[in-house]
């Protein structure tokens, strides 16, 4: 019987488990697409959110009246200035694998075009590079920054 649903439909259908009983050859068919644009639009939006949220801490600059309060209260505005700094990176990594899906290159690896893998997206949606080029990459820093020391 054909499936007449409408394509949000059935991607929100989709669940992760029958994303991983899919087999190899739908790999990122317009279904699994569907799912990770959901994923990534839904990661957007509670970033967006916790960004707002950081932000207006960031303008409540309230006076501390002793050292050690105003001490504390710098040690706090640093940390929500790295948790910023993160969640902007973050929320271009998600930007980034939005445009990927829409010119059909999300899921495969910027370095060698092989498919990232569904379980490596599943884990880490912003994923860029399948896990083999990943860990090579990671083995390179590493022996760079140990043979800097």
Excluded at 45 to 50: G, L, R, S, V, Y
Excluded at 97 to 124: H, K, M, N, Q
Aim: proline content about 4%.
């Amino acid at each position: 019987m054909p499936d007449h649903t409408a394509p949000a439909e059935q991607a929100r259908a989709l669940t992760e488990a029958a994303l991983r009983r899919m087999p190899k050859r739908d790999y990122m068919n317009r279904r699994q697409q569907m799912f990770f644009r959901q994923c990534l639009l839904a990661m957007r939006k509670e970033i967006e959110a916790d960004l707002a949220t950081y932000r207006l801490a960031l303008q409540s600059d309230e006076r501390q009246p002793d050292d050690f309060d105003l001490a504390s209260a710098e040690e706090d505005r640093r940390y929500l200035l790295r948790t910023i700094e993160r969640n902007i990176g973050l929320l271009k990594k998600v930007d980034g694998a939005l445009r990927r899906l829409t010119t059909g290159d999300y899921g495969y690896c910027l370095e060698s075009g092989e498919p990232i893998g569904i379980e490596r997206l599943l884990a880490r949606p912003t994923a860029e590079y399948s896990i083999d080029v990943k860990a090579r990459q990671e083995s390179r820093e590493r022996h760079y920054v140990h043979h800097r020391s």
